[in-house]
């Protein structure tokens, strides 16, 4: 049995925004609560900090808005890790495992948890008290790797999925693309707004269905 | 090993062919019909909790699992063939209703001289200008002997669009059921550039119907809602024709017709030139016999032609000496993308539906001369409202921007995400000797049977006319005002890691005659009169446009065939 851990996030970390824990009841982080602790499935909390500060420099937070830290992406990532995606469930994994062309696609053996394994080895243990600078250097150096692709990969993922995978927390993904989620109609709205920007206010699915949908992360 | 009591039909693969076919045989004769599908049930209702873009359109949570099986690939004969190990390039449905449930829906007809293209193209410029190695051939059919079914298969579907309005489609007997949809902005820009430049832009023919429809079953279906999630998406409206909102209802009131889910068919029983029956393992693991008077393969084009290869039925073909037809002639699509336009403006562009918008077939077919050019044939060219979604399509930035992470990407990414599309290309891929289908050596299933292994690579032919349409989409583009207009690469070899199309055609093909053919025209094998092989492992090569609505028309052909004269008396129907 997995000894459990937590990512525990100041609140000037998540700045006050919804923050969904992996059993996916909302804490809200108060501005009196200075620290939240969230559950990890598959990261110990020293992994978990230094994914979430390689995540934050592909998206970081900045002036055009907010990024992978805010958005919770290292908790969307911890919890794809420890469903079938990170168990490679789906992938045909039989051998033998040949280098091919690259027009053959992915030929590894190594499963998603085992490339992030193989990154954080690559990133070194204290990668999130690197300064901004010499985290990007050490980016750039393993940018040619598995593992960074499927990282920059996952981080686009965490920071515009629907909230009930983890990331994208109050939606602030999608705010900032103008991305509304799924409404169920635009009938009205199609052919209207040409070359007007149109943007309601985004919705998760279980806004819109006014109910939770279990996301496939969390069937067997 | 378990054999169960016989049926009159078995049909193996619950997609658009195989339940287009129980319905027909169950609604006009008292035959016993058993569908074999291997995935599990679907209903309409399941599409609501399925508006999510990670789990189905990125994760493809709907889709044939790779695990299970998987075809692998290689680009010459002297290559060594590796697996598919997720899929990309194309995406196998699985489950009742197959891809049908989450396919686009893009239904146009066919070319009229796509059915006659070896001679259409040797009589206007000699055969000196087919490719060498090539293995194009004639259909065996004409288009006039198809439109009546196409008029069929419009009036299931409740296709919309305008007759009339695409000067280059074939003859029609009737009206579209329903009227185009209504357009998107992307859409519009691109009528009034096009029109401007010569073009004559019409609506995309939809499986999306634009108002209520009652089809000739009774089957009454919603009008589109343009909420984008169409695409790698069933549809949770029901107005994107689905088997599970177009035909199951229909069956579900069958006596006759049975659908067994769980039922991964691996071999057709094949005895004294006739098949008895087919094998399959359910979902409990038990290998079970289905014996049958008549079956019929509808599992796709890669999986029909994989169960005759590997109940050694007909005779494969052979690369080398060119003989045998079992595997040859797979084609798939040459390019899914035309340009890439970066606009100054916003485009709203979440709204729509896969096949909300316009196309033209100036470029198609044989319309434009290609006396002086260095390719043959053309393609269907479409600029649609697709409903975009974030995960996908967030990052494409303008060539300027040389990084792909980081605060200088992320902010040319935001800036771009809503101000920027393609035009898509589906180009006629030719049919090769190089290219084709057989059985892998090492590499096997989660049954332990052989994976199919694909032969292919791209020729001259299709990157030269990418390279001639990305040029003229690109003058269009400027003509819609786009900041910036890139046109990818051309594709240098086939390869497996960018979404093509679904589009794969061969490996079982109709002809005239069983010297040129797997199956005749009425897709009935030519040595084993009681085994019928549909879908578009029968079409000789790809045609540019979409194959369904043609897989529909050929269905419902075999379908008359056998109940006006196979079932009066079995055996050879040509």
């Given at each position: 049995?997995?000894?459990?851990?937590?990512?525990?996030?100041?609140?000037?970390?998540?700045?006050?925004?919804?923050?969904?824990?992996?059993?996916?009841?909302?804490?809200?982080?108060?501005?009196?609560?200075?620290?939240?602790?969230?559950?990890?499935?598959?990261?110990?909390?020293?992994?978990?900090?230094?994914?979430?500060?390689?995540?934050?420099?592909?998206?970081?937070?900045?002036?055009?808005?907010?990024?992978?830290?805010?958005?919770?992406?290292?908790?969307?990532?911890?919890?794809?890790?420890?469903?079938?995606?990170?168990?490679?469930?789906?992938?045909?994994?039989?051998?033998?495992?040949?280098?091919?062309?690259?027009e053959?696609?992915?030929?590894?053996?190594?499963?998603?948890?085992?490339?992030?394994?193989?990154?954080?080895?690559?990133?070194?243990?204290?990668?999130?008290?690197?300064?901004?600078?010499?985290?990007?250097?050490?980016?750039?150096?393993?940018?040619?790797?598995?593992?960074?692709?499927?990282?920059?990969?996952?981080?686009?993922?965490?920071?515009?999925?629907?909230?009930?995978?983890?990331?994208?927390?109050?939606?602030?993904?999608?705010?900032?693309?103008?991305?509304?989620?799924?409404?169920?109609?635009?009938?009205?709205?199609?052919?209207?707004?040409?070359?007007?920007?149109?943007?309601?206010?985004?919705?998760?699915?279980?806004?819109?269905?006014?109910?939770?949908?279990?996301?496939?992360?969390?069937?067997? | 090993?378990?054999?169960?009591?016989?049926?009159?039909?078995?049909?193996?693969?619950?997609?658009?062919?195989?339940?287009?076919?129980?319905?027909?045989?169950?609604?006009?004769?008292?035959?016993?019909?058993?569908?074999?599908?291997?995935?599990?049930?679907?209903?309409?209702?399941?599409?609501?909790?399925?508006?999510?873009?990670?789990?189905?359109?990125?994760?493809?949570?709907?889709?044939?699992?790779?695990?299970?099986?998987?075809?692998?690939f290689?680009h010459t004969p002297?290559?060594?063939?590796?697996?598919?190990?997720?899929?990309?390039s194309f995406?196998?449905?699985?489950?009742?209703?197959?891809?049908?449930?989450?396919?686009?829906?893009i239904v146009p007809r066919f070319l009229p001289d796509s059915f006659e293209i070896h001679t259409r193209t040797v009589e206007r410029y000699g055969a000196k200008r087919l490719p060498e190695n090539h293995s194009i051939q004639d259909w065996g059919i004409t288009y006039a002997e198809l439109e009546?079914?196409y008029?069929?298969?419009?009036?299931?579907?409740?296709?919309?669009?305008?007759?009339?309005?695409d000067p280059y489609e074939g003859p029609?007997?009737?009206?579209?059921?329903?009227?185009?949809?209504?357009?998107?902005?992307?859409?519009?820009?691109?009528?009034?550039?096009a029109?401007?430049l010569g073009y004559h832009p019409a609506?995309t023919p939809?499986?999306?119907?634009?108002?209520?429809?009652?089809?000739?079953?009774?089957?009454?279906?919603?009008?589109?809602?343009?909420?984008?999630?169409?695409?790698?998406?069933?549809?949770?409206?029901?107005?994107?024709?689905?088997?599970?909102?177009?035909?199951?209802?229909?069956?579900?009131?069958?006596?006759?017709?049975?659908?067994?889910?769980?039922?991964?068919?691996?071999?057709?029983?094949?005895?004294?030139?006739?098949?008895?029956?087919?094998?399959?393992?359910?979902?409990?693991?038990?290998?079970?016999?289905?014996?049958?008077?008549?079956?019929?393969?509808?599992?796709?084009t890669?999986?029909?032609t994989?169960?005759?290869?590997?109940?050694?039925?007909?005779?494969?073909f052979?690369s080398?000496?060119g003989?045998?037809h079992?595997g040859r002639n797979l084609t798939h699509q040459s390019q899914s993308r035309a340009v890439?336009?970066?606009?100054?403006?916003?485009?709203?562009?979440?709204?729509?539906?896969?096949?909300?918008?316009v196309h033209i077939r100036d470029l198609d077919g044989d319309f434009f001369d290609h006396g002086p050019l260095d390719f043959l044939r053309g393609a269907f060219i479409t600029a649609?409202?697709?409903?975009?979604?974030?995960?996908?399509?967030?990052?494409?930035?303008?060539?300027?921007?040389?990084?792909?992470?980081?605060?200088?990407?992320?902010?040319?990414?935001?800036?771009?995400?809503?101000?920027?599309?393609n035009l898509g290309i589906s180009g006629e891929h030719l049919a090769y000797r190089s290219n084709y289908l057989?059985?892998?050596?090492?590499?096997?299933?989660?049954?332990?049977?052989?994976?199919?292994?694909m032969t292919m690579d791209w020729n001259d032919n299709e990157r030269n006319m990418i390279r001639y349409l990305s040029a003229k989409m690109a003058e269009v583009g400027?003509?819609?005002?786009?900041?910036?207009?890139?046109t990818p690469p051309l594709p240098g070899h086939y390869d497996?890691?960018t979404y093509k199309s679904t589009h794969l055609q061969g490996g079982a093909i109709m002809g005239t005659s069983?010297a040129v053919s797997v199956v005749?025209t009425?897709?009935?094998?030519?040595?084993?009169?009681?085994?019928?092989?549909?879908g578009g492992s029968a079409f000789p090569q790809n045609a540019s446009g979409n194959p369904t609505l043609t897989i529909?028309a050929l269905?419902?052909?075999?379908?008359?065939?056998?109940?006006?004269?196979?079932?009066?008396?079995?055996?050879?129907?040509?």
């Amino acid at each position: 049995m997995r000894r459990r851990h937590f990512l525990t996030l100041s609140t000037a970390t998540v700045g006050g925004l919804l923050v969904y824990t992996l059993d996916r009841k909302p804490i809200r982080a108060h501005a009196q609560s200075r620290k939240i602790r969230v559950p990890l499935k598959f990261f110990n909390e020293r992994e978990a900090f230094v994914i979430a500060a390689a995540a934050g420099r592909i998206l970081p937070s900045d002036s055009t808005g907010p990024g992978a830290t805010e958005a919770g992406v290292i908790i969307y990532i911890d919890r794809q890790l420890a469903s079938p995606f990170g168990r490679d469930v789906n992938r045909y994994t039989q051998p033998p495992f040949e280098e091919g062309v690259p027009e053959q696609g992915y030929q590894g053996k190594a499963t998603p948890r085992e490339v992030y394994r193989e990154g954080l080895a690559l990133l070194g243990r204290d990668f999130d008290r690197l300064t901004p600078e010499e985290q990007d250097a050490k980016l750039r150096s393993i940018e040619t790797t598995w593992f960074f692709r499927l990282l920059r990969q996952n981080t686009i993922e965490g920071m515009f999925c629907d909230p009930m995978h983890g990331g994208n927390a109050d939606l602030i993904g999608w705010q900032m693309i103008g991305y509304p989620g799924p409404y169920m109609s635009w009938a009205d709205h199609i052919d209207q707004h040409y070359g007007k920007s149109f943007r309601p206010a985004p919705k998760s699915l279980g806004d819109v269905l006014g109910r939770q949908v279990k996301p496939w992360e969390d069937e067997v | 090993m378990k054999t169960l009591p016989r049926a009159d039909v078995a049909i193996v693969g619950g997609g658009w062919a195989g339940l287009l076919m129980a319905k027909e045989l169950g609604a006009r004769t008292g035959l016993s019909i058993v569908v074999l599908e291997r995935g599990r049930p679907r209903k309409t209702s399941d599409y609501t909790d399925g508006m999510d873009e990670l789990d189905y359109a990125i994760r493809l949570r709907m889709m044939q699992v790779a695990a299970k099986e998987t075809v692998t690939f290689r680009h010459t004969p002297k290559d060594r063939a590796l697996p598919i190990r997720q899929f990309a390039s194309f995406l196998p449905g699985t489950g009742v209703g197959g891809s049908g449930e989450h396919w686009t829906g893009i239904v146009p007809r066919f070319l009229p001289d796509s059915f006659e293209i070896h001679t259409r193209t040797v009589e206007r410029y000699g055969a000196k200008r087919l490719p060498e190695n090539h293995s194009i051939q004639d259909w065996g059919i004409t288009y006039a002997e198809l439109e009546p079914f196409y008029t069929r298969a419009e009036r299931l579907l409740g296709v919309s669009g305008k007759a009339g309005a695409d000067p280059y489609e074939g003859p029609r007997s009737a009206e579209y059921p329903t009227p185009p949809l209504k357009m998107g902005y992307f859409p519009s820009m691109f009528v009034t550039a096009a029109r401007s430049l010569g073009y004559h832009p019409a609506p995309t023919p939809s499986a999306n119907i634009s108002t209520p429809y009652r089809n000739p079953d009774g089957v009454i279906r919603p009008a589109c809602q343009y909420c984008g999630y169409c695409q790698r998406f069933g549809c949770m409206v029901g107005a994107k024709a689905q088997p599970s909102n177009t035909l199951l209802p229909v069956i579900a009131r069958q006596k006759g017709v049975s659908i067994r889910t769980g039922a991964d068919v691996r071999r057709l029983l094949y005895k004294g030139g006739k098949v008895t029956g087919v094998s399959y393992r359910d979902a409990a693991g038990e290998e079970i016999v289905q014996p049958a008077d008549l079956v019929m393969l509808a599992s796709w084009t890669l999986n029909n032609t994989r169960l005759l290869l590997l109940s050694k039925i007909g005779e494969p073909f052979d690369s080398a000496t060119g003989k045998g037809h079992v595997g040859r002639n797979l084609t798939h699509q040459s390019q899914s993308r035309a340009v890439t336009l970066f606009f100054d403006r916003p485009l709203n562009r979440f709204m729509g539906g896969g096949a909300n918008g316009v196309h033209i077939r100036d470029l198609d077919g044989d319309f434009f001369d290609h006396g002086p050019l260095d390719f043959l044939r053309g393609a269907f060219i479409t600029a649609h409202a697709l409903g975009y979604a974030p995960i996908a399509n967030f990052g494409v930035v303008p060539p300027s921007v040389k990084t792909t992470w980081g605060s200088a990407w992320k902010k040319a990414a935001i800036e771009a995400f809503d101000c920027t599309a393609n035009l898509g290309i589906s180009g006629e891929h030719l049919a090769y000797r190089s290219n084709y289908l057989d059985l892998d050596p090492t590499y096997r299933d989660q049954h332990g049977d052989p994976l199919l292994r694909m032969t292919m690579d791209w020729n001259d032919n299709e990157r030269n006319m990418i390279r001639y349409l990305s040029a003229k989409m690109a003058e269009v583009g400027r003509a819609m005002g786009a900041r910036e207009v890139v046109t990818p690469p051309l594709p240098g070899h086939y390869d497996v890691l960018t979404y093509k199309s679904t589009h794969l055609q061969g490996g079982a093909i109709m002809g005239t005659s069983p010297a040129v053919s797997v199956v005749n025209t009425w897709l009935q094998h030519w040595q084993v009169p009681n085994l019928f092989v549909l879908g578009g492992s029968a079409f000789p090569q790809n045609a540019s446009g979409n194959p369904t609505l043609t897989i529909l028309a050929l269905t419902l052909r075999t379908a008359d065939a056998i109940v006006d004269r196979y079932v009066k008396q079995p055996g050879p129907l040509a």
